[in-house]
């Protein structure tokens, strides 16, 4: 097939001759063609060593051992038999109890913001083949409905408010009455917790099934955000709480609801109009509550325990940084009630230390690499599993190590990138491996490292690769003129000629602790339509410049109260060094990104004189003033103390520099970076009268 291809924002003009496949947007975008498969319904069993597939029409219990189907649990023959209308196909998520005799249904689930759903529930009872709502559903859908660690309860978020069902004696309890939208939260995050905690659910029962402890968020301080639907004869104003940068959060506060007097206690943490609390964790002992408060700063994340018993708090631990701290879910509390595994940046390298509370803090790992993710912890053997990229920094691979820090081993082979979810007993996981050319393989294997069986290979995908004749993605290196090596990934056009001259086109994120360059696969629509561009004749190539993550605090944090900088700059010297090769045209290096990528490809464009010929920003931040506190404040502080590391890195600041070809793109409901991004930094190129 030939076709005649032009491209005016590069000043590309190329006739481009292929006998395979052609890529088309329609492909990577409407149908969905290009897109690995992974192990539909995978999840592991409490306190066993089976996990779960989902198949069009049943979900099956296996072995971790070998892989092999043990039985169906739950198959649309059983919906029917309980003359229920559901089906597989229709369930969104599932979960089973302790027992494995009741699963919990979900359906019609509907995404609220990034992380938070609302769904309707149902309990399915296996030995007497019963199908019930959870709750009525006539009052609504439910979010993050939970078993009770016995599987006798579940809890429950509804309109701001939590609740608890007996399932024995078939009774619902409304915990808290005070929630209200825009006002008041039980149980359930704010809109910026859920952004930049990464957390939703707020609630969390005792390992004895006798209480509840959450937070309750009150926003009534908190100034409101509005956005306008479109679609119908008159648009829907939608209105939610937004803190910006330097203005007010929600109050939060911790209580622990008690099943057995139906009583709810408050815990008093000191302060709260100017701080966090990210995570809330049970001991083992079910009397003591882990509460994690973090300082408006974010340099400093305190561990209280706090005794339900006795109303007594203890400091037992804090992690600081001369920066920042990334709230993580690498803090594993230990059976005796007084110890913890966790990861701190603490050494200039992110890892993991084994920590007595208020006492000796023993580091396990060192060096100058870093742990990325411990993916378990198995207490019985004193032994940890985790992530690094101590192989090297493009790498993720799966090692072992015991409570004294010795004992280590490589479990993985040390030649790309992994992800391993373990069995609750620690004896058996499954792992995801990948490459930069290589799809997801999905394995079984012992806790050794050996490996059992294949879950899937994605073999059709490979094929479609080299079907669509995909481009190897090649890895590569550079210093730029500060000395400082940047990685980076390029991918070349099919049939690529040394002695022919190429256009350029840059992919950037570079957000804070972000990697968009690894030796991994990537699964995002993007690569398949960055293989069509290389089809046309584009060299597509993408750089981790200052700021993001696994190259210790050095590298990541020099941003601090400056982000944007150093971040462009490195962005200016990859264009740079990529005029330097000689198969790329100086005369069309490109520049594109979204969110921060977005911020970064218009900060780099604008101040870059004549370095690109163009820049696409999609969905950029033009001023940091305009974003989330938590995030925002991480790395800038406040306006109000840091007011020049606002506005100097702004692309509002810099828009009458504009030079070349530039596209901007915003969605006007876009909750996170808000359509009013858009509007100021086309006032200002107006007002600069450039063309965009």
Known sequence: MKRILIFATLGLFVCVSFAQNTITLEDIWKNYAFSPSGVPGFNTFPDSDFYTLKTKTSIDKHKFVNGEKVYTLLSDDDLIAAQSFLRIQKINDFSFDKTEKKVLLSYQMKSIYRRSTKAFYYIVDLNKH??????????GKQSFATFSPDGRYVAFVRYNNLFVVD????????????????????????????????????????????????????????????????????????????????EDNSLVSVHVYNLKNKTTQNIDLGDNSNCYFPRIYWLNNSSDLMVLKM???????????????????????????????????DYFFLDDNKSMIVTSERNGFNHIYHVVFNGKITQLTNGKWEVAHICAVDKTNKLIYYLSNESNVLNRDLYCIDFSGKKKKMLSNGKGWNEATFSPTCRY????????????????????GKMLR???????????????HFSAKELF???????????????????????KKYPVLMYVYGGPGSQAVSNSFSSSFDFAWYQMLAQKGYIIVCTDGRGTATKGDEFKKCIYKQMGKYEAIDQIATANYLKSLPYVDENRVGIWGWSFGGYLSSLSMFTGENTFKMAIAVAPVTTWRYYDNIYTERFLQTPQENAEGYDQNSPITHAHKLQGKYLLIHGMADDNVHFQNAVDLVTALNKAEKQY
């Open 477 to 499: 290196s550079f210093k730029t003129p500060d000395n400082v090596e940047l990685n980076g990934w390029m991918i070349k056009p099919p049939y690529f000629d040394e002695n």
């Open 295 to 329: 300082n408006r700063h974010q340099n400093k994340l305190d561990f209280f325990r706090c005794n339900i018993n006795t109303n007594e708090k203890e400091l037992v631990y804090s992690d600081e940084n001369s920066a920042w701290l990334d709230v993580t879910d």
């Open 167 to 246: 399932l024995e004696q078939e009774t619902e309890t409304q915990i808290t009455f005070d929630g209200r939208y825009r006002n008041v939260i039980n149980g359930m995050a704010d809109w910026v917790y859920e952004e930049e905690l990464s957390q939703s659910c707020y609630f969390s029962w005792s390992p004895d099934n006798e209480k509840i402890a959450y937070l309750r968020f009150d926003e009534s301080r908190v100034k409101e955000f509005s956005m306008t639907y479109y679609g119908q004869l008159y648009p829907q104003e939608y209105k939610y709480k937004y803190p910006k940068a330097g």
């Open 454 to 468: 294949v879950l899937n290979d994605n073999a059709v995908y490979k094929e479609k690769m080299k079907a669509y």
């Open 130 to 139: 019963i199908v019930k709502p959870l709750s009525d559903t006539t009052k």
């Open 429 to 448: 996981y499954r792992n995801v491996y990948s490459d930069a050319n290589t799809p997801p393989v999905y394995t079984l294997h012992e806790s050794s």
